[in-house]
């Protein structure tokens, strides 16, 4: 028993590093590819890296719904926006105040509150359609995947007459141009790391979390969810630092999408998904952390995220989770 604990600590430990390592390599090699080839900071960050660190939550939920762990499936996707928009904005803003740009305020951010608006009346069908129990069927699943090609079409059509980046950002990516090849092969090993970190760390966690009795919801929604969400954590903390700042949001961004509309929409695709315990207060959390998210964008401190909002997003996602666990 206290071997096995040991083993499942140890598991926790070797993510966490290999999450950290592997964000670094990927931000260095995703910075020069922007460089290298005239894209700003923004566009990959909404792309490459968002879909990248994206990819633990995406190998969770499709195997949680293809084994019937409907709960865990969604609760993973609801859980890792809320710590993706509070959280690691929250911290990333406290470390370093994040300057977004007019048109991510405009076109972008938005897209995020309509995600998770789409997500909360997909949670409610039960109440709208008057059936026993909320679902997202193949139907629904494949609507979600079609959201998620237009919202590529238009990046890749954005991508085209996309301008340098603000200065802070162009001033953070001054430096020697890494060659193709090695920005291809820093952004490969990153991936990795981050996908084996991710899996390393939700492998011990959720086994703790069982020997302790918590509800497949719950591990969803908290555990599951951050143990994914530290690869979009420790990578736009690292891009913020470096200020690389169009990249630290655009990662945020572009996995709140992805999830959403990519990762539950194979999910569904693959197998309907049964809302079960993931309730109105999980949603309504993450449309209201959505739309805390673009009035913080546009008050206070033009167009930044300040510490003194990064502190009350970091004091919201607690506080969300103190609930959850009083409730569990």
């Known amino acids: ?13 070797l993510g966490l590093v290999l999450i950290l390592v592997g964000a ?10 922007a460089k290298r080839f005239g894209l700003s900071d ?7 890296v968002a ?7 995406l190998v969770i939920s499709v ?19 809320i710590f993706n928009i509070l959280a690691i904005i929250g911290v990333t803003a406290l470390v370093y105040p994040v300057k977004v740009e007019r048109t991510v305020m405009t076109r972008e951010i938005p897209m995020v509150v309509i995600s998770s608006l789409v997500l909360l009346i997909l949670g409610n069908t039960a109440l709208l359609d008057n059936t026993q129990g909320s679902i997202i069927t193949r139907s629904a699943g494949i609507f979600l995947l079609l959201f998620m090609f237009i919202f590529m079409w238009y ?38 790391m981050l996908i084996i970190g991710g899996d390393r760390f939700v492998a011990g966690a959720v086994e703790i979390a069982h020997t302790l009795g918590v509800s497949e919801a719950v591990i969803g929604l908290t555990i599951a969810a ?17 200020g690389q700042t169009g990249l630290a949001v655009g990662n945020v961004i572009g996995s709140c999408i992805f999830n959403v509309f990519a990762v539950l929409g194979f999910a569904a695709t693959i197998t309907p998904l049964q809302f079960g315990a993931i309730g109105n207060l999980d949603l309504l959390t993450l449309l209201g952390a959505s739309v805390m998210f673009m009035m913080f964008g546009w008050l206070f401190g033009k167009r930044t995220f300040t510490r003194i909002e990064g502190g009350i997003m970091t004091a919201c996602y607690v506080a969300y989770i103190a609930v959850l666990v009083v409730n569990s």
């Open 1 to 13: 028993m206290v071997l096995g604990t040991l083993l499942h600590v140890a598991f926790i430990l």
């Open 24 to 33: 670094n390599a990927l931000t260095d090699g995703a910075s020069a590819i």
């Open 42 to 48: 923004l566009v990959v960050g909404l792309t490459v």
């Open 51 to 57: 879909f990248g660190t994206s990819t633990p939550e």
């Open 63 to 81: 195997l949680s719904a293809s084994s019937g762990s409907a709960d865990l499936s969604i609760g993973n996707v609801v859980g890792s926006n």
């Open 155 to 192: 990046m890749l059509a954005s991508a085209k007459n996309a301008q340098p980046g603000e200065p802070e950002e162009q001033a953070g990516s001054a430096k020697k141009p890494m060659s193709v090849i090695k920005s291809i092969i820093w952004v490969v090993a990153g991936l990795a």
């Open 226 to 242: 951050m143990g994914t969400s530290l690869p979009e954590l420790a990578t736009s903390v690292v891009a913020a630092c470096k």
